[in-house]
């Protein structure tokens, strides 16, 4: 009986090893990874959200902010993606108790949050920042 069980469980493992992996790119290269996956982001887009979304499960409520290239303005944001394969310099401001700080900061490939509501006002794409 050990023995069927045996061969039972050796082709079984020997089967699933003869399926090809899925491929990564088919649902695109990180979202499956995230811990802020892009939701309701467009693959080639930035996104920001003002509030913070749900982890694991990504943004559903309308963007703040969706960009493809340079944009200026401003955008409340607690979430933001950058679904596109470029670095995106964002510039935002935090106000604290008497007086507001501007901030550079880089968005590499992914998302990501602030632990504070921020208004990005500016929007870049760079090789590297």
């Known amino acids: 009986m050990r023995l069927k069980s045996l061969a039972l469980a050796l082709s079984t493992a020997g089967l699933l090893a003869t399926i090809p992996a899925a491929s990564a790119s088919a ?16 693959q080639g887009t930035f996104c920001a959200w003002p509030n913070w979304a749900p982890v694991n499960t990504g943004p559903t409520e309308t963007p703040s ?3 493809t290239g340079p944009w200026t303005g401003s955008a409340p944001t607690k979430t933001f993606y950058n679904y ?7 510039e935002y401001h ?13 968005a590499t490939p992914r998302g990501n949050i602030f ?13 590297s920042c």
Request: aromatic content about 10%; proline content about 10%; overall charge negative.
């Open 27 to 42: 649902a695109g290269p990180w979202p499956s990874e995230e811990p802020w996956p892009p939701g309701n982001c467009q």
């Open 65 to 67: 902010l969706v960009t």
């Open 84 to 90: 596109t394969t470029a670095n995106v310099e964002l």
């Open 94 to 106: 935090h106000t604290w108790q008497d007086d507001s700080t501007v901030i550079t900061h880089c």
């Open 115 to 127: 632990y504070l509501q921020v208004i990005v006002t500016k929007v870049n794409w760079h090789g």
